[in-house]
């Protein structure tokens, strides 16, 4: 009987973490960087700058078609700030949500400026990011997916009209 009361109480406790932890994300949510604008991030990946400059929108690229919408390519600059070598895919894992909350994550591709397969320290890279995305007004674009708690140095936000 003392294992089945244990065992019920470490559920509880684990089911209360999942929710504080929940909540804490939901309440960082505010605060996003505008195109242009370098964002630190410092996770297990490594230590690195992320400047995103620009934004494209086509209804067609390289004689393909959206599933959804619209194709994104993004441009952004990556710089390693640390002092280990950083794993490029690692560092550009990337989505972009809409306005009614549709995800798309970034495409690998060898049409794309694609990032180095590792980045020195002290290195930089122009990349390109595409996606497929429905249309909405404003868009946000997160990095370091599943590497850290999201924070406004990994986070961007723009709208339609920011959008060549």
């Known amino acids: 009987m003392k294992k089945l009361l244990l065992l019920f109480i470490t559920g509880l406790f684990i089911i209360a973490g ?3 932890q929940a909540t804490s994300t939901s309440a960082d949510e505010g605060e996003f ?3 242009g604008e370098t964002g630190a991030i410092s996770n297990m990946a490594g230590d690195y700058e992320i400047t995103v400059e620009r934004v494209q ?3 067609e690229y390289d004689g393909r078609t959206p599933a959804k919408d619209y194709f994104y390519l993004i441009d952004i600059e990556v710089v390693n700030t640390g002092d280990s070598v950083l794993i490029g895919n690692d560092i550009i894992r990337s989505t972009l949500v809409g306005d009614n909350w549709e995800i798309s994550e970034n495409w690998y591709s060898a049409f794309l400026k694609e990032i180095p397969e590792q ?3 002290g ?3 122009e990349v390109e990011l595409f996606f497929d995305q429905v249309d909405s007004e404003s868009y946000r674009l997160n990095f370091a997916i599943g590497l850290a708690k999201p924070s406004s140095e990994s986070r961007w936000q723009f709208s339609k009209g920011d959008i060549e």
């Open 33 to 35: 960087l505008a195109l």
């Open 18 to 20: 999942c929710a504080e």
């Open 123 to 125: 290195e930089s890279a």
């Open 57 to 59: 929108r086509f209804e």
């Open 119 to 121: 980045l020195q320290p």
